[in-house]
């Protein structure tokens, strides 16, 4: 930050864009109970996620037009005061379709109030490149913290309260940028000394958009993963992948110690790869195991999005609409990668959740039990199933009261875990194509890495 | 250290991360973590040297499932479940197209194979397997219905379900 830089300014613009882009992916902890609250489906709900983030795709270039046209400071606070507005019907929407729509209005806020950060940060940080790394930064960590804190609220709260509470953020980072948009002569100032509109960075710009779709997959998958596949509460799953965005600052402080963003651009999109292959071939329902691939994916999304954002921006003016390319490409690939693993793991839940309960069933049947004792059992997975149908279903009541016999208890408990695990290996199994085409996305991310020299994009 | 030589340690350090922990996975058996497959209901599963009434029943009923499954064309597994309460079988029913009568016909014909398997095993004695065989083809529809309907005695009561068979049976145990 320069010298005399006006630190409140800077940390609302910060706030801003990273409450906004936190919001692509916040609500991912909360949509198994926006689900179950809204009685609609898994790929429905999805909605949630892609309706916002695809709006934000096709705004964020507009929106930066806009900008320039009617002043970033104006621009800014507007898009925050519509987001913090949208926010609010989000909390109060009792259906599946006023959720979207209010979540579409608030994608229309986001990005007015985040490209036109973008155009604000050089005025107030002192040079475009730090403004870059500042935009870029709270973009990467707010995109990595938004599961974690959703999942928090969800769980202490209800899934409502994760839009309800950025209400008063969003306003409070508002108005700071009000005082902003009363020296937007002085923004003018600064952009007059900036070079004129170029062609966007496409090959930076086209791997932002592959590296962002394997994100989405690991942020959206692992979640699903820990609370439809594993049973876990929303809180727990939240613990859980805070492991990703602790990795990513620690790749934050990896970034400043290579100057070649090409490098860091390689070496993010492999560990995210690498880390999304781990997720594919986990070898047991253990959340410890999920936490050596969160680190490699958290590390290589705080390298590839800070490397790959400063790539397109570098020595491109007016930022505002180089930074509202970059949005675009992040929040369409993030659509692209939702909508092309959405079906593809959805079939294959309800594939493996066939196929553990048979071979639970498999187990009971083989088992030495009293004969009335699995006939009772086989009733009462045949409920659970009906009860949580579509869904992986919790077994253990099925199992309840035990037999009172110690022997028969022992078996009857040794059949409980058995079926458990046949149900944990199916939900894993479930999730691996997804996982694994993820990674595939993530290293194709290497082709426009390695071609922008050579092409000179 | 130059900036050249830093980025290719930083890439060289990611290919090798991203190499160990997708190894590291693979050995652990990442790659074949799923749900163990069930067996085909069509092929024969021998049976296990039982030796107790309850055991016999045990084996007779699996057995019993396995022919009942392979002719509806669906896992023993599955029909177990449909079995377990009425409400399960109308489920199953409907999702299947099968009616009562194709469904206790498969059921009739699972019985016969289990008295087969039951003979082939020794533990049941040719002299009984004759008229038990008799007895179940006899069977009226509308029983074997019922003996789906009360899947307890299907699996848990030989002699319930077969009667004055299931006495013989008894006797004529190995």
Same mark, same amino acid.
């Given at each position: 930050?320069?010298?005399?830089?006006?630190?409140?300014?800077?940390?609302?613009?910060?706030?801003?864009?990273?409450?906004?882009?936190?919001?692509?992916?916040?609500?991912?902890?909360?949509?198994?109970?926006?689900?179950?609250?809204?009685?609609?489906?898994?790929?429905?709900?999805?909605?949630?996620?892609?309706?916002?983030?695809?709006?934000?795709?096709?705004?964020?270039?507009?929106?930066?037009?806009?900008?320039?046209?009617?002043?970033?400071?104006?621009?800014?606070?507007?898009?925050?005061?519509?987001?913090?507005?949208?926010?609010?019907?989000?909390?109060?929407?009792?259906?599946?379709?006023?959720?979207?729509?209010?979540?579409?209005?608030?994608?229309?806020?986001?990005?007015?109030?985040?490209?036109?950060?973008?155009?604000?940060?050089?005025?107030?940080?002192?040079?475009?490149?730090?403004?870059?790394?500042?935009?870029?930064?709270?973009?990467?960590?707010?995109?990595?913290?938004?599961?974690?804190?959703?999942?928090?609220?969800?769980?202490?709260?209800?899934?409502?309260?994760?839009?309800?509470?950025?209400?008063?953020?969003?306003?409070?980072?508002?108005?700071?940028?009000?005082?902003?948009?009363?020296?937007?002569?002085?923004?003018?100032?600064?952009?007059?000394?900036?070079?004129?509109?170029?062609?966007?960075?496409?090959?930076?710009?086209?791997?932002?958009?592959?590296?962002?779709?394997?994100?989405?997959?690991?942020?959206?998958?692992?979640?699903?993963?820990?609370?439809?596949?594993?049973?876990?509460?929303?809180?727990?799953?939240?613990?859980?992948?805070?492991?990703?965005?602790?990795?990513?600052?620690?790749?934050?402080?990896?970034?400043?110690?290579?100057?070649?963003?090409?490098?860091?651009?390689?070496?993010?999109?492999?560990?995210?790869?690498?880390?999304?292959?781990?997720?594919?071939?986990?070898?047991?329902?253990?959340?410890?195991?999920?936490?050596?691939?969160?680190?490699?994916?958290?590390?290589?999304?705080?390298?590839?999005?800070?490397?790959?954002?400063?790539?397109?921006?570098?020595?491109?003016?007016?930022?505002?609409?180089?930074?509202?390319?970059?949005?675009?490409?992040?929040?369409?690939?993030?659509?692209?990668?939702?909508?092309?693993?959405?079906?593809?793991?959805?079939?294959?839940?309800?594939?493996?959740?066939?196929?553990?309960?048979?071979?639970?069933?498999?187990?009971?049947?083989?088992?030495?039990?009293?004969?009335?004792?699995?006939?009772?059992?086989?009733?009462?997975?045949?409920?659970?199933?009906?009860?949580?149908?579509?869904?992986?279903?919790?077994?253990?009541?099925?199992?309840?009261?035990?037999?009172?016999?110690?022997?028969?208890?022992?078996?009857?408990?040794?059949?409980?875990?058995?079926?458990?695990?046949?149900?944990?290996?199916?939900?894993?199994?479930?999730?691996?194509?997804?996982?694994?085409?993820?990674?595939?996305?993530?290293?194709?991310?290497?082709?426009?890495?390695?071609?922008?020299?050579?092409?000179?994009? | 250290?130059?900036?050249?030589?830093?980025?290719?340690?930083?890439?060289?350090?990611?290919?090798?991360?991203?190499?160990?922990?997708?190894?590291?996975?693979?050995?652990?058996?990442?790659?074949?973590?799923?749900?163990?497959?069930?067996?085909?209901?069509?092929?024969?599963?021998?049976?296990?040297?039982?030796?107790? #009434?309850? /055991? *016999?029943?045990?084996?007779?009923? $699996?057995?019993?499932? %396995?022919? @009942?499954?392979?002719? +509806? =064309?669906?896992? &023993?597994?599955?029909?177990?479940?449909?079995?377990?309460?009425?409400?399960?079988?109308?489920?199953?029913?409907?999702?299947?197209?099968?009616?009562?009568?194709?469904?206790?016909?498969?059921?009739?014909?699972?019985?016969?194979?289990?008295?087969?398997?039951?003979?082939?095993?020794?533990?049941?004695?040719?002299?009984?397997?004759?008229?038990?065989?008799?007895? #179940?083809? /006899? *069977?009226?529809?509308?029983?074997? $219905?019922?003996?789906? %309907?009360? @899947?307890?005695?299907? +699996? =848990?009561?030989? &002699?319930?379900?077969?009667?004055?068979?299931?006495?013989?049976?008894?006797?004529?145990?190995?």
């Amino acid at each position: 930050m320069s010298e005399g830089a006006p630190r409140p300014r800077v940390a609302a613009l910060a706030l801003a864009v990273g409450l906004v882009l936190a919001d692509s992916s916040i609500v991912v902890l909360a949509l198994p109970d926006i689900y179950r609250d809204l009685g609609t489906s898994v790929a429905g709900v999805t909605w949630v996620l892609i309706s916002f983030n695809l709006v934000m795709a096709l705004a964020a270039v507009p929106a930066a037009l806009v900008a320039r046209r009617v002043g970033p400071g104006r621009s800014a606070a507007v898009g925050l005061a519509v987001f913090a507005g949208a926010g609010l019907a989000c909390g109060l929407a009792d259906d599946l379709s006023t959720l979207i729509l209010a979540r579409c209005v608030q994608a229309i806020g986001g990005a007015a109030a985040v490209t036109a950060a973008l155009e604000l940060l050089p005025a107030t940080v002192g040079s475009e490149r730090r403004a870059a790394t500042v935009w870029a930064a709270a973009g990467a960590i707010g995109a990595a913290l938004g599961p974690a804190v959703g999942g928090v609220l969800t769980e202490l709260v209800s899934w409502q309260s994760i839009f309800l509470i950025q209400v008063p953020v969003a306003l409070v980072a508002a108005v700071p940028i009000l005082a902003v948009a009363r020296h937007e002569a002085a923004t003018a100032v600064l952009e007059a000394e900036v070079r004129p509109s170029g062609r966007p960075h496409l090959a930076a710009n086209v791997a932002l958009a592959m590296v962002s779709a394997a994100i989405a997959a690991a942020l959206f998958l692992l979640v699903l993963l820990l609370i439809e596949g594993w049973r876990l509460t929303p809180i727990g799953a939240a613990i859980v992948v805070t492991a990703m965005p602790l990795a990513a600052l620690l790749g934050s402080r990896i970034g400043p110690l290579v100057p070649s963003a090409r490098a860091r651009s390689a070496a993010g999109a492999i560990l995210v790869s690498g880390g999304l292959g781990g997720l594919a071939l986990l070898p047991r329902a253990e959340v410890a195991l999920t936490l050596p691939p969160q680190l490699l994916v958290g590390v290589g999304l705080s390298l590839v999005l800070s490397a790959l954002t400063e790539t397109a921006l570098g020595g491109r003016a007016p930022q505002a609409i180089h930074g509202g390319w970059t949005i675009s490409a992040r929040h369409a690939g993030v659509v692209v990668g939702l909508l092309a693993l959405t079906p593809i793991f959805t079939a294959d839940i309800a594939q493996q959740r066939d196929d553990a309960i048979d071979a639970g069933t498999a187990v009971v049947l083989d088992s030495k039990v009293n004969p009335l004792i699995k006939l009772d059992l086989a009733a009462r997975i045949q409920d659970r199933l009906e009860e949580e149908k579509g869904k992986v279903p919790t077994i253990g009541p099925a199992f309840e009261p035990l037999p009172e016999n110690s022997s028969e208890r022992a078996e009857v408990e040794g059949l409980r875990d058995e079926l458990q695990e046949q149900l944990n290996r199916g939900a894993t199994h479930a999730f691996s194509p997804s996982f694994g085409l993820a990674a595939i996305l993530g290293l194709l991310a290497l082709v426009p890495i390695g071609l922008s020299r050579r092409i000179g994009l | 250290m130059n900036a050249a030589l830093r980025a290719q340690v930083l890439v060289g350090a990611a290919i090798v991360a991203a190499l160990a922990l997708v190894g590291a996975y693979l050995a652990a058996g990442g790659s074949s973590y799923a749900p163990e497959q069930t067996r085909d209901p069509c092929q024969h599963r021998p049976w296990s040297n039982p030796e107790s #009434l309850s /055991e *016999i029943a045990n084996q007779f009923s $699996i057995s019993a499932l %396995d022919g @009942a499954a392979c002719q +509806l =064309g669906v896992s &023993r597994e599955t029909l177990a479940r449909a079995l377990a309460t009425p409400e399960a079988r109308e489920r199953f029913s409907r999702r299947y197209g099968i009616d009562d009568e194709k469904l206790a016909r498969a059921v009739r014909a699972g019985l016969l194979r289990a008295v087969a398997d039951a003979e082939e095993a020794g533990a049941l004695s040719p002299l009984l397997g004759g008229p038990l065989r008799t007895t #179940l083809e /006899e *069977i009226p529809l509308d029983r074997a $219905i019922e003996l789906i %309907d009360n @899947a307890e005695s299907l +699996l =848990g009561n030989v &002699r319930g379900l077969l009667g004055p068979a299931g006495e013989l049976l008894e006797r004529f145990l190995p």
